[in-house]
């Protein structure tokens, strides 16, 4: 009878520490929990509750919304089919729910954002499946503001597509608006970001994210004006259901004015502004011409209060969010009179005036010629009024030859570049030739002589200049791209290269921002950060260590120690979960594992 008792007491413990350990397991979900989403990475929920099967899905709105901002919600889930959402409430409208069998489906909706004051931070989209039997759904999300959309007819059309493989696509659309173009894409069992195969250099990327569960979340836009939209692609590295929208956000006509200012008027009708309705942007056959007054020279354009000054081609990139004003600015020209005595007269009085203004006075100056010549006066009536740039040339009667010197387009000179009327035996001046940048003065197209003997015209003679541009890439990384660009002209074009950071380093950029127009001879060199990692060693709930557990600020190749574990009555240490290295090879946390144990 005793034994009975003890064999029922041994039972009963053994039941005890079995419902320990499954209350313990229980308590840590074997997925991920529902977790806000931010702009950098979607998030992903799972938790299975009794049928049907649902979770709320967390999503966070983008720190940069405002009001008057149209959020379009992206919902990409596993058991694509008999899945409903129910959006946080009756303002999040459904534009297109997109299901590819039982592997993977995506639903997006828009709402507007009337008073950012009384906005929730997130959004809580839930999600239930009826599929009874089903496995717990994956999910993830992720919300992308737009300014400027029409608030009467936000979505000007959509369109999806499914399918299996590692090529993803969606159709286009035929647009007869100015429109924002949004692609969505989503694919499961797949670890990395997708490959976008449509040329970038037009699209925006919004976000392009691995999920742990295998999802792979994937936006871009692009603004359109009319016309089928660009088909977007994209390929993966496994082969995965996937699912794809594209969507029409319909562009608000925004009024745009110009004023002429106080120095000018616009267009040939010579009015003081000009008001334009725009979509999306400004055309530049849309800015009106600027008609200066005399003495004002036309700079650009500003935006309402703000000094930055911009050309066409700026006016044209501003986007077009709400009504805009652009101002014509000016600046006071300015002038130069040059009075030129040449070489057989002479003046003790100033002969050139710089920067001078129109209705500005100066003072004609006195010449005196040389012996066996005459001043007969200036080659045009000076005026002693400031009129515009002008210059005079002295006249004088004894005139035979002529030798003129041209510097062609490449170069200047503030020397006497034309001897007229001279005898034979004279002598000349050579003139001094500043080449223009980017190029080499060499010579004239034939000797000058500083003694006339007859009429002679000298062509200046240039050749261009070559310039190296370098990229040093340093001791910690490497580029496929090139990285020296040899006998470059001015004016041309180069690509900076892409740089990978070996393992443990991030590249930072270079130690001056490259400029990719050339003007001279430049070395660039590539600057990196060292990456620092932490590895921990869990050692609860049944052990114990004096050893250090975490190790923070380690670098590759870094060296550590792997902690001693004393296990707590009733348990014995195993070892790890995974078998730790003592050299750091990146961020890595070690879980003890132990066993229940009763010595015998």
């Not at 931070?121 to 496995?135: K, P």
Request: hydrophobic share 35%; proline share 5%; charged share 15%.
């Amino acid at each position: 009878m005793p034994k009975q008792k003890e064999t029922n007491s041994f039972f009963i413990i053994t039941l005890l520490i079995a419902l320990l350990l499954l209350s313990v397991i229980s308590c840590a979900p074997s997925k991920p929990l529902p977790v806000e989403s931010s702009v950098e990475s979607p998030v992903v929920s799972s938790t299975p509750v009794s049928d049907p099967y649902y979770f709320d899905l967390v999503l966070e709105k983008p720190d940069e919304t405002v009001i008057g901002d149209l959020l379009i919600a992206q919902v990409c889930y596993s058991d694509g089919r008999g899945v409903t959402i129910d959006p946080p409430s009756a303002d999040w409208i459904q534009i297109l729910q997109t299901e590819n069998k039982s592997d993977i489906g995506t639903v997006s909706f828009y709402k507007w954002v009337h008073e950012k004051a009384s906005e929730s931070d997130t959004y809580s989209f839930r999600l239930t499946s009826n599929n009874a039997g089903a496995e717990s759904i994956q999910a993830a999300g992720k919300i992308t503001n737009f300014s400027g959309i029409d608030s009467t007819y936000p979505i000007n059309g959509n369109n999806d597509s499914i399918g299996n493989g590692k090529s993803l696509y969606v159709d286009n659309l035929d647009l007869k608006d100015p429109s924002i173009i949004l692609t969505l894409f989503g694919i499961s069992n797949n670890e990395t970001p997708l490959s976008l195969s449509t040329d970038m250099a037009k699209m925006r990327l919004l976000y392009n994210e691995s999920i742990d569960n295998g999802f792979v979340l994937c936006a871009v836009d692009q603004v359109w004006e009319s016309g089928e939209s660009e088909i977007c692609t994209a390929t993966t590295t496994q082969s995965g259901a996937w699912v794809s929208q594209i969507i029409s956000l319909r562009l608000a006509a925004i009024d745009v004015a110009f004023n002429a200012g106080d120095h000018g008027t616009l267009t040939a009708s010579r009015v003081p502004s000009v008001t334009i309705a725009a979509r999306g942007s400004i055309s530049p056959n849309d800015i009106p011409t600027v008609n200066t007054t005399g003495g004002y020279d036309f700079t650009g354009w500003v935006i309402d209060n703000s000094s930055k000054c911009l050309d066409a081609s700026g006016v044209c990139l501003v986007d077009l969010h709400a009504g805009i004003t652009f101002t014509a600015q000016y600046k006071r020209s300015t002038y130069t009179v040059l009075f030129e005595v040449g070489e057989h007269g002479s003046s003790v009085d100033q002969l050139v005036f710089s920067g001078v203004h129109i209705g500005d006075s100066i003072s004609i100056p006195n010449v005196s010629a040389v012996s066996g010549w005459s001043f007969e006066g200036w080659d045009i009536t000076p005026s002693t009024t400031v009129k515009g740039n002008a210059k005079y040339s002295a006249q004088y009667s004894q005139d035979i030859y002529t030798v003129d010197f041209l510097l062609g387009e490449h170069g200047s000179s503030a020397d006497m570049l034309s001897f007229t009327d001279l005898y034979y035996g004279d002598s000349i001046s050579i003139p001094n030739v500043s080449p223009d940048e980017g190029w080499t003065f060499d010579n004239w197209s034939s000797t000058p002589s500083t003694t006339v003997t007859g009429n002679a015209t000298y062509t200046a003679q240039y050749t261009q200049s070559s310039f190296t541009v370098s990229f040093l890439l340093g001791d910690h990384g490497s580029s496929s791209d090139t990285l020296v660009f040899n006998g470059l002209s001015s004016g041309d074009t180069i690509i900076v290269p892409d740089v990978d950071a070996e393992a443990g380093w991030s590249f930072d950029g270079w130690d001056s921002a490259p400029e990719t127009s050339v003007t001279a001879s430049a070395s660039y060199t590539a600057i990196y950060s060292q990456v620092s990692y932490t590895v921990t060693f869990n050692i609860s709930p049944y052990g114990t260590s004096s050893d250090t557990l975490v190790f923070s600020n380690v670098h590759i190749g870094d060296t550590i120690t792997i902690p001693s574990v004393t296990a707590m009555p009733g348990f014995r240490f195993l070892g790890w979960d995974i078998s730790p290295s003592t050299t750091v090879s990146g961020n890595a946390t070690y879980q003890a594992l132990y066993e229940v144990y009763r010595p015998k």
